[in-house]
């Protein structure tokens, strides 16, 4: 039977268990404090519940087996024997904490609680032991509001109410300045409230407390908050959580006793300097939950902010210069920059935890190149290290320094990057107007993991209270979300929906915009300038661009878009949609004009119309991207979505057409489809109506003759024709794309490369790859609606439903934005095969949404495919990406 429970700290000793430091198995909380300890860091002793033990309990019920019990009271003697006091002693009472630990970094989505083991006997023995009634008094108020909220679940807000009440009452302004009596009162009132709300006392058997603290961690894996951190960052809901019980240390022992949290470079710029936060007489839970703004970390911080209580440089010295040793220590054992958490317990150090930290993209890129400069890491970690979805927080316009700004007021620059947005005062209503399209900005006194959501569909966050290190600013910067946090200024009126900074009062909806970088609060909207790819960016792509085997195209049909990409490293087109530029107003009215047309002649005498405004489309986007590959799609949707709706509409088309209004609306009618998707659609209209496709493929080849004539430059065309099934139809068209280049060419005195290829994005054209491969130069796995034809499933309306699958783990991710590997990744699988198999030369690519999508990615390099095409502004992800994948 594998071990239930790993210790760590004192005398502990696993031997030769290859499992005794493996994240998987004890989290990365587990596993980095044994770690810690082994390479001997002050490391409180203690013990973690492996996450297997999490998906047993979580799977087959609330209860825990008799062997985890034995288990577990084992590893309490092994903490007593460490630590030299017992479990529940009324004398000399062990407390410990009760925390998760995921696989994965997840900040503060689960449950913690501190200061278990305190009861109304054993809260004396602290106070005496301690010398301090205050202290234990402060600590036993803290663990029942911390207990109640978590393992009882009962309303916090109603002890942060009752503590409010007693400070007013006293004349307090800090939790501080709170006597041993004071909080003696007070926890007598938290024990009323609990019998109150709950219907029986606090518990004061502390096995109980222990073993109620454990089921909380376990279940708040599946909490909703943690549901949503897990959707939105690909975590598999099926890891589960560790548990890790671990000897309290105290930083709220007095003046000599602090708490902080601590990052071996800047997170936010990557900048090789020690970034952190610490609060004096406090606990771990006061700096990340944002309740009291804290000092800085080093005097360089304190002074460049203007800051007058004194950094722990200063306040400190002694147990600083041992915490600086610590910061080098592990970063150079886990050769990546650490978020540390520590305690001074009477001036003495302790780690209760690192990881790798949380960083802007910004961070990461400078904190990898420098890492390689340095020699700590080589180039392909560097690549492997930087996620690349993480890109495309540099990848979007910043604020313009030289445009006029209202500064309202100016909090902690949190996370870095701009954003304008309407003010918003709670999560929910966040998250409503965001899917309806809005930017907005969403404002509190301070974020809890309950707004997780929230914060995800903001564009940026601003909070009133909490520092660098709080929840906000942390959860922020892994998002990639714009935050200011601690604008003491801010003042938020709930129950008004207004927002009031100074003599300044703002409503909900009002427009604001936030400079992370600088941490000013603006009002309106303030203009913005394009991003540099430059620098560390630019090194890294360097690097990447070398590893990489799979080429990286676009998605692009204007020149605009051709230049972005270009500009981003785009390697060609790898799908130019052409019915986007049928709907530009100058021409629409000749498309509507041929559409509705009686016969072929009246169809040709519109298109006439069209040729010149298609080969000029064609030339702006062969000049920006000559000489490389352009795959061009001839017309694939279904004509009726040109057709007008409206009484204006008809009546301009009649005027031009010289055909009645009632008449074209029949004809209107003729053209309807009921499953327009499934209709006449793609090939099909260059089959029935291959003047159509006639017109498109003379723009595309004249345009292309005239781009090489004039600069020299010639490009390659890759005509793609859309949602072939069968080899047959790809013959014909074929033969007319064939037929229209030699007429060109002759016209024109020259030949240029080119390929007619297909979009493969039917199941059943999947299935016939290699008879359609004998008509085929080219493969274009057109995956957004491969997806939708295979899974039966309309990608406009899965809105409506998709994200409860996800939930419920019927997709891991929605289908539409990451491949379906086990279904249609088997289509595409088979596709290349029998593609290749027919034709070896064949050119494979991906041009569906999911060419910007690094699990995909991953998926067409195990595949073998020759390129993806991404959105612009997607390439460098996709860059990125393609080079993780090759490497892997």
């Known amino acids: 039977m594998s071990k239930l429970v790993y210790t760590f700290g004192g005398d502990a000793s696993h031997g030769d268990d290859p499992r005794a430091k493996d994240k998987n198995l004890l989290g990365g909380k587990g596993a980095n404090l044994a770690e810690m300890a082994s390479i001997g860091l002050p490391v409180p002793p203690g013990f973690t519940i492996t996450t297997e033990e999490c998906v047993r309990y979580l799977k087959e019920g609330s209860d825990f087996s008799a062997d985890l019990r034995a288990d577990i009271a084992k590893a309490l003697t092994h903490i007593e024997r460490t630590v030299g006091k017992n479990f529940g002693d009324e004398s000399d009472p062990l407390l410990v904490s009760v925390r998760s630990g995921a696989r994965v970094s997840m900040p503060g989505m689960m449950d913690t609680v501190l200061n278990l083991g305190l009861n109304d006997k054993t809260v004396e023995g602290l106070a005496k032991v301690a010398g301090d009634d205050r202290f234990a008094w402060d600590s036993y108020r803290r663990f029942i509001q911390m207990y109640s909220d978590v393992v009882l679940g009962l309303d916090h807000g109603l002890f942060e109410e009752a503590l409010e009440i007693a400070k007013e009452d006293n004349g307090f302004f800090a939790d501080t300045e709170m006597t041993a009596d004071d909080w003696r009162a007070l926890v007598k009132e938290f024990k009323a409230i609990v019998e109150r709300e709950q219907g029986e006392p606090f518990p004061q058997d502390v096995h109980a407390q222990l073993w109620g603290a454990i089921a909380a961690v376990f279940d708040s894996w599946d909490s909703d908050r943690a549901k949503v951190y897990r959707r939105l960052n690909d975590i598999p809901g099926d890891w589960g959580t560790a548990v890790n019980v671990q000897a309290m240390v105290f930083g709220n022992m007095g003046d000599t006793s602090a708490t902080g949290v601590a990052f071996t470079r800047d997170p936010a710029t990557g900048e090789k300097a020690y970034y952190g936060e610490f609060l004096v007489n406090a606990q771990g839970e006061d700096v990340v939950a944002g309740i009291r703004t804290p000092q800085y970390l080093t005097l360089r911080a304190r002074e460049a902010a203007g800051a007058d209580k004194p950094s722990m440089e200063e306040a400190m010295p002694d147990a600083y210069g041992e915490l600086a040793k610590v910061f080098e220590l592990l970063e150079a054992h886990y050769a990546d920059m650490q978020d540390i958490e520590f305690t001074v317990e009477r001036g003495k150090l302790w780690m209760l935890q690192t990881r790798s930290g949380k960083r802007t993209a910004a961070a990461a890129l400078k904190l990898a190149v420098d890492m390689v400069e340095e020699g700590l890491i080589d180039e392909k970690t560097a690549i492997l290290r930087v996620d690349p979805m993480a890109l495309d927080q540099l990848l979007h316009p910043t604020l313009d320094p030289d445009a006029a700004r209202d500064v309202l007021t100016t909090g902690l620059p949190a996370s870095p990057g701009a954003a304008s947005g309407i003010i918003v005062l709670d999560a929910d209503t966040a998250e409503h107007k965001a899917e309806r399209g809005e930017s907005v900005i969403l404002c509190r006194v301070e974020t809890s993991p309950e707004d997780i959501h929230g914060m995800h569909a903001a564009k940026g966050i601003l909070t009133a209270r909490g520092g660098m290190t709080s929840h906000a600013a942390v959860v922020a910067r892994g998002m990639g979300r714009c935050c ?52 560390d960016f630019a090194t890294l792509m360097e690097w990447a661009d070398r590893i990489r085997r799979m080429k990286v195209r676009t998605n692009a049909e204007t020149p605009e878009d051709c230049v972005t990409a270009r500009k981003f490293g785009a390697e060609g087109i790898g799908l130019c949609r052409t019915e986007h530029m049928f709907f530009d107003a100058s021409r629409i009215s000749a498309v509507r ?14 298109l006439a119309k069209l040729l010149p405004e298609q080969r000029k489309d064609f030339t702006e986007i062969f000049e920006a991207m000559a000489p490389l590959p352009c795959t061009i799609r001839l017309l694939d949707p279904p004509l009726h979505e040109f057709l007008p709706t409206g009484d204006q509409e008809f009546a301009e088309l009649a005027e031009i057409t010289g055909f009645g209004v009632d008449h074209l609306r029949r004809r209107a009618e003729e053209l309807h489809e009921f499953n327009p998707m499934l209709g006449h659609r793609g090939c099909r209209l260059g089959i029935t109506y291959p003047e159509i496709y006639e017109m498109q493929a003379r723009a595309i080849f004249e345009a292309a003759c005239d781009v090489a004539e004039k600069s020299g430059n010639a490009p390659v065309p890759e005509v793609m024709i859309p949602l072939v099934g069968t080899k047959r139809e790809l013959a014909i068209l074929r033969k007319l794309v064939n037929d229209i280049a030699a007429e060109v060419f ?18 059943r054209a999947a299935l016939m790859a290699g008879e359609i491969a004998e008509e085929a130069r080219f493969f274009s796995f057109g995956t957004n609606d491969l997806t939708q034809t295979t899974l039966g499933v309309s990608r406009d309306d899965a809105g409506r439903f998709l994200s409860t699958y996800v939930e419920k783990g ?51 390099e195990k595949t073998g495919l020759d390129y993806v095409s991404a959105s612009p502004y997607r390439v460098p992800i996709a860059r990125l990406a393609a080079a993780q994948a090759s490497l892997s």
């Open 746 to 763: 002759a016209e024109r005195g020259r030949e240029l490369e080119y390929l007619v290829g297909t979009m493969i994005e039917l199941p």
């Open 484 to 535: 200011v946090s601690g604008a003491s200024a801010v003042s938020i009126n709930l129950k008004d929906r207004t927002l009031r900074i100074g003599d300044r009062e703002l409503k909900e909806g009002d427009t604001i915009t936030l400079d992370g970088g600088t941490g000013q609060v603006m009002a309106g909207k303030v203009a913005t300038i394009e991003p540099k790819m430059a620098g």
């Open 810 to 860: 019927i997709y891991g991710r929605d289908p539409f934005v990451s491949l379906d590997v086990e279904g249609v990744g088997q289509l595409v699988s088979l596709a290349v095969e029998r593609g290749r198999a027919t034709r070896l030369d064949i050119k494979l690519g991906i041009c569906g949404e999911h060419g910007g999508d690094p699990a995909s990615i991953l998926f067409c």
């Open 593 to 606: 004009e041929m559409i509705l047309a009686e016969d072929e002649g009246g169809r040709r005498k519109a």
